[in-house]
């Protein structure tokens, strides 16, 4: 299950909670409102109240407390929770309905906050949809790698038994996530490894044979081949290229 994105929650409460001035109370004004609203979710379907003593990261002293009304929509959806919501006023007395902090939306008629249960089922099924979607596809394209993968680690094995068979080489290979290693005996205990990405196994096939026929001369000269890494604890370089490069 997923929590729904700010972007999302920026959409419903844009959609949903349109009007030119917003309701707005002062004093025992705003608990009256409360209680008023709280009396008319718990006749509506798919409201569900919360018992807490915070809310978006805010802290209520216990009379402020009586100006909010926590609450969670039931709406079903198989990919999405934490449904849940917060009425309260801001600091210029204005009702609102938040989700976290500095997440909310002013609220123009009362009749925007009994109606979001049919808007959230809207709008859950439309993500959920999405989802299965977007999942869908997710899997399509991993099929169609492992295919491919599949394909192109056929081409590699078929190629690395031709040379062998043709060059009379002692071998193996392992295959790994992104490459196929192969490893060539040269001399009793000796041997190369030569490492064939598959994002690359096309250019590397062509030069195979070459490339191993060449490793295999300079073994037989007493010649031995390392590549390793550069480190900042060595001689200094010496290049050519900022000659080859002048007029």
């Not at 006023?89 to 902090?101: R, S, T």
């Not at 790698?145 to 002692?170: S, V, Y």
């Not at 040269?186 to 490793?215: C, H, W």
Request: aromatic fraction near 12%.
């Amino acid at each position: 299950m997923s929590i729904l994105k700010a972007n999302t929650i920026k959409k419903i409460f844009r959609e949903h909670f349109t009007g030119e001035v917003p309701i707005v109370k002062y004093g025992s004004e705003k608990k009256i409102l409360i209680s008023k609203i709280k009396q008319k979710l718990s006749t509506i379907k798919g409201f569900a109240f919360l018992d807490r003593h915070y809310c978006s990261s805010r802290y209520y002293t216990e009379t402020e407390r009586d100006e909010i009304c926590y609450f969670k929509i039931l709406a079903s959806s198989k990919h999405y929770n934490y449904l849940e919501f917060t009425i309260a006023f801001n600091a210029q007395h204005e009702l609102i309905i938040e989700k976290w902090y500095k997440l909310n939306s002013p609220v123009y008629q009362l009749e925007q906050i009994y109606t979001l249960f049919d808007k959230m089922t809207v709008e859950l099924k439309r993500l959920d949809a999405n989802y299965l979607k977007s999942q869908s596809k997710r899997e399509s394209d991993q099929i169609k790698r492992q295919k491919i993968k599949g394909l192109k680690h056929t081409a590699i094995i078929a190629k690395i038994h031709q040379i062998a068979k043709e060059d009379k080489l002692e071998f193996y290979v392992t295959e790994h996530v992104n490459k196929v290693k192969l490893a060539i005996r040269l001399a009793g205990s000796e041997k190369m490894e030569i490492d064939i990405p598959y994002s690359q196994f096309q250019q590397i096939l062509q030069n195979l044979r070459v490339m191993i026929q060449t490793i295999r001369e300079f073994h037989d000269l007493g010649i031995t081949l390392k590549m390793r890494r550069t480190s900042y604890r060595e001689p200094k370089w010496i290049s050519y290229k900022d000659e080859q490069n002048s007029p």
